[in-house]
C-alpha cells in the first residue's frame, strides 16, 4: 500500500490517532491530550469520579492526574487491537502506566483501556474512554499488582 492510500485508510487513520494521543500522555501535555477527544466525550476513569462528561471536565482531570505524579512518568500501550469502520472504531488494550513519587519511588500499575473512535468532520476523535483495573470482590481492593 502506498504512502497516500495509507493516509486514506481508515485503521491507519486511526493508528495514527492513537500515536499521537499516547506522545502527548508521555510528554505529560495536558493541552495535546484534550485535542484528541471530542468536545462531547464521555469517559469513565479509574480514579475520583463514576463518569466525565465533555472535554473541559475531562480536561481538568487529566491535568489532576499528571499533576498527582510530580516526577518522571510513563505510559505503555500493550498489544492494541483496534476494530475500524468507516467511521467508528474501538480500540482496546492493556496500558502500564504511573510515575514517581517524591521520593523517586516508581508509582505504577497495568490498567485496562477501552476507547470508542468515531469520525467527525474528516478527523478522527475519541468519543468514549475507560481505564479500569480489577478488584478482589472480597476485600474491595483494587488489584494493582497483576501483570500480563
Known sequence: MSTAN????PRSQVQSLLDSWVQAVQAKDVARIVGHY?????????????QFKGREAYGAHWQACMEMCAGPGFFEVHE???LVGDDLALG????HCGGSDDKGQEQASWMRVSQG????????????EHFSAPFDMQSGKA????KP
Open 38 to 50: 471530542a468536545t462531547d466525550v464521555v469517559a469513565y476513569d479509574a480514579i475520583l469520579q463514576l
Open 6 to 9: 495509507r493516509l486514506q485508510d
Open 117 to 128: 473512535y468515531q469520525k467527525r468532520d474528516g478527523r478522527w476523535l475519541i468519543v468514549h
Open 92 to 95: 482496546f488494550y492493556l496500558c
Open 80 to 82: 492494541p487491537t483496534l
Open 143 to 146: 488489584l494493582f499488582d497483576l
